[in-house]
């Protein structure tokens, strides 16, 4: 017999409520029904993105709102500068790239944030740029960049500030309208505890600017037509009932608990892994900008990183994320976002250090989980 844990960056694990609101009977969504339920998701997404401009949903994974962002916002031939400093920075320039779109770099070494001074120096250089592209919670190598520092900059230019809040919304603070964040684009399947199939982009006066100009072609992802369709409180194609109906039930629990305690509550849990980690005697990925939603940790030299990934999940169904591309087999990481508590916190740990064992890493046995432990109590 085995039980399955998840402890992965995207997907996480779904709260009972939120299954159940899915196996109910579907409902037509041109249907006053469904209306009520798109009247109240619309709140509760502008609670949790915590902005007073419109939240868009879209019927894809998180990429789809980051191609939203990028057909919406800039044309061929214009530049944009994208902060790289992971896989997911990389997917900015990728997606701009497709749309013949410009790019200057800023090329950030995996495991550190970027540092705001560089954005403000690049703009200056360039008053072409028209968009920066970064990314809040920089899920391949754990580090949370300081999007607050960022947008106190680019407010402050013509440009327009982009943020893949994908992995950090839920779970990790970001303000859009209090600290000049002009776009924010999320996913269902990371900190809102809910599968993968939602992307979310919400856009400031500022940057809807950019979206009447845009002459990139576009149709499924034309927020214009988005827009339309939301000031009557509808979506412009079948909506994703299931879902969205699921998403209302995740943004009640949240409701209920209040953000400030919800960004707590992550804090501590990373708080907790981090001390776990260091305890077993492995070095965190990403000292010094580590994110609330995910812990990186490099694999102790010597082990296969990936035989690790791969015990826990099929010998123990305790399921934690390798590396990503160049971090493939030399880093782990543990999630600590949504719908997780101490509990699992404890368990996940608690099992890395059996398979550490068992693949001959010594240590003293229970001092991560007794590190752990010991912030909870705190
Ligand atoms: C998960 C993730 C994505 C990708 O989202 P998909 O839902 O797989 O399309 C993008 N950016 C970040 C930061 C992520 O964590």
Redesign the pocket.
């Known amino acids: 017999m085995k039980k399955e844990y998840l402890l992965t960056?995207?997907p996480t694990p779904l709260p009972p409520q939120v299954s159940a609101a899915m196996a109910k009977p579907i409902i037509h969504h041109r249907t006053p029904q469904f209306q009520e339920i798109l009247k109240e998701v619309g709140c509760g997404l502008k609670w949790v993105f915590q902005t007073a401009n419109d939240v868009f949903i879209i019927s894809?994974?998180?990429?789809?709102a980051?191609e939203a962002a990028v057909v919406n916002l800039l044309s061929s031939g214009d530049t944009a500068l994208v902060v790289q400093g992971g896989k997911?920075g990389e997917?900015w320039t990728e997606l701009c790239k497709a749309y013949g779109i410009t790019t200057e770099i800023i090329d950030v070494e995996w495991g550190k944030a970027v540092s705001p001074e560089e954005i403000g120096k690049r703009l200056k250089a360039n008053p072409q740029i028209k968009v920066v592209f970064t990314?809040?919670?920089?899920?391949s190598t754990g580090v949370d960049n300081d999007i607050r520092a960022i947008a106190g900059i680019v407010k402050e230019t013509p440009a327009v500030l982009a943020v893949?809040a994908?992995?950090?919304l839920g779970a990790v603070d970001i303000k859009p309208d209090a600290w000049g964040v002009d776009v924010v684009v999320a996913?269902s399947?990371?900190g809102l505890m809910l599968p993968?199939g939602l992307?979310f982009i919400t856009l400031s006066p500022k940057a809807w600017k950019l979206v009447e100009v845009s002459k990139t072609g576009r149709y499924y992802l034309d927020l214009r037509k988005a827009k339309k369709a939301l000031d009557k409180n509808d979506t412009p194609f079948t909506s994703s009932i299931t879902l969205i109906s699921a998403l209302n039930e995740a943004l009640k629990m949240m409701q209920q608990d209040g953000l400030e305690n919800i960004f707590k509550r992550h804090k501590i849990m990373a708080d907790a892994t981090r001390a776990a980690i260091k305890a077993l005697g492995l070095e965190l990925f990403a000292p010094t900008a580590a994110s609330d939603g995910v812990t990186a940790a490099c694999v102790p030299a010597g082990l296969d990183g990936e035989k690790l990934v791969k015990t826990m999940r099929d010998t123990y169904g305790v399921t934690i994320a390798g590396g990503q591309a160049e971090l493939k087999g030399k880093v782990f990481r543990i999630a600590h976002m949504g719908f997780i508590t101490e509990s699992d916190i404890i368990m996940g740990i608690a099992c890395l250090e059996k398979v550490l064992t068992q693949m001959g890493y010594k240590f003293t046995l229970g001092a991560g989980v007794k590190a752990a432990e010991e912030v909870f109590l705190k």
């Open positions: 960056p995207g894809s994974s998180g990429t789809g980051m997911f997917r990314t809040l919670c920089e899920t893949d994908i992995s950090g996913g399947q990371k993968p992307g």
